[in-house]
């Protein structure tokens, strides 16, 4: 910031001298070496003219209010109130944060009143209050630059620690586990497992502002490579490996191989042994006892006992968004227990009417982001591999993609940013 006024302190200054030449367009006419004395620019920001102001920056105070900021550059009251009825639609004063930049500038003459007041929402949002005459208010962005990068790392303690030590953001281990949810555990992420990634950063002068397209990634989890190629098909991008199967997998409809449904899931239904309405927050699949009960998917079994209502039941997340629950079991299939990691189809348990129930039947529950929900009318992800019309294409574009994949070092040479050996 001090740097940056005294830059601008300097533009003011500097210009008086060029401008004495006639202006911009003639400066070229100059014949002053250019590798000496730089080129001067326009120095522009929310599409202003700054050299044209007296530029004042700052950061906006606890418990400090816009008007202490205008009437401070001679604003007067009846304005800073007319400002206030007019932003309220489009960005109302009371939003102000404290710790937020802002720019006020002033008109560059003996009044310096404030012309314009502009601030800061966030990395890329500002809010323009032009403060002439009629009183405007806008919100505008600034340009976002997006910036390829490829990056290489080993885990050594989280994959957030070597994510800062490449200097990467958080967000792309985000990126990451979403890409990965269907094959990776990334709380089982352990010492050694390494990545290497190609995306595009984005970027706001000199501030990154995010992670943008993941072009394509590699994650070696317990030495097995899990490949990671986006395509587009059906009008969703989606991720794919080498072999153009897709990263996601779908859950199995139902638990039980035959079965049928003896009762929906629903907000309200009159339960048939507590005599009373209440939610049914599962679907119940209504089988002879001993049926084996499936898993509908991967993943950690983190339940796995008996509650006085739930009977015997097994608990099993999937992912960070999906977790399965079966209950009124008879008896746990052998080693089924806390901690077990399971497969798709794998028998979890057998069908019972343990706790709370009338007949042999599975009650499955399934939650969403930590709710539950009715399973059979979620749109769950598609597992479909890349059509066959669509291979080639599919081929092409991910052989060069893996060429370049493949090209990134993990640990020698410094071709790679920030790599860890
Ligand atoms: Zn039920």
């Known amino acids: ?157 989280s994959l957030y620690q070597t994510l800062i030590d490449i200097n990467c953001s958080a967000g792309l281990a985000m990126e990451l586990s979403e890409i990965y949810a269907w094959s990776i555990d990334f709380y089982r992420i352990q010492k050694g497992d390494k990545f290497k990634v190609i995306f595009n950063e984005k970027w706001v002068e000199d501030t990154k502002v995010g992670v943008g397209e993941i072009e394509c990634a590699l994650f070696v989890h317990h030495s097995e490579n899990f490949y990671a190629f986006p395509f587009e098909q059906n009008h969703v991008i989606d991720y794919f490996d080498e072999n153009a199967k897709s990263l996601r997998k779908a859950f199995l409809k139902s638990p039980l191989k035959f079965g049928r449904i003896s009762s929906s899931f629903t907000m309200r239904r009159y339960h048939p042994v507590q005599k009373r309405w209440k939610a049914h927050l599962g679907t119940d699949y209504a089988a002879p006892k001993g049926t084996p009960i499936l898993a509908v998917g991967d993943g950690k079994v983190i339940e796995a006992r008996y509650k006085k209502f739930n009977g015997n039941y097994v608990k099993i997340k999937h992912n960070g968004t999906y977790t399965t629950q079966y209950l009124h079991m008879s008896k746990f299939a052998s080693g089924i227990r806390s901690g077990k990691y399971v497969r798709q189809g794998d028998v979890i348990g057998y069908v019972g009417s343990t706790g709370l129930a009338t007949g042999p039947h599975v009650c499955f529950r399934f939650w969403k982001n930590g709710k539950q929900v009715n399973h059979r009318t979620q749109k769950l992800p598609s597992s479909l591999p890349v059509k066959k019309e669509l291979m080639q294409d599919y081929q092409s574009v991910m052989d060069t993609l893996k060429m370049q994949l493949d090209g990134i070092p993990f640990s020698d040479g410094n071709e790679v940013e920030g790599q860890i050996s």
Not at 17 to 24: A, H, I, P, R, V
Not at 139 to 144: D, F, L, M, N, S
């Open 1 to 157: 910031m001090m740097l940056k006024n005294v830059k601008y302190l300097l533009l003011l200054l500097v210009p008086t001298l060029l401008y004495s030449c006639g202006g911009d367009d003639n400066i070229a006419d100059v014949a002053i070496p250019t590798d000496t004395v730089p080129a001067p620019k326009v120095n522009m920001a929310y599409g202003l003219n700054l050299d044209s102001f007296i530029v004042k920056e700052g950061k906006i105070k606890k418990n400090q209010v816009i008007s202490e900021i205008l009437l401070l550059n001679h604003v007067p009251w009846p304005e800073i109130d007319h400002l206030s009825k007019k932003a309220k639609e489009v960005y109302s004063l009371r939003k102000l944060r404290s710790g937020k930049n802002y720019t006020v500038l002033c008109k560059n003459d003996s009044t310096e009143k404030a012309q314009y007041f502009i601030y800061e929402a966030n990395a890329i949002d500002y809010v323009v209050f032009d403060l002439r005459d009629t009183m405007t208010v806008t919100i505008a962005q600034k340009e976002v630059t997006e910036k390829r990068r490829e990056v290489a790392g080993v885990i050594n303690s």
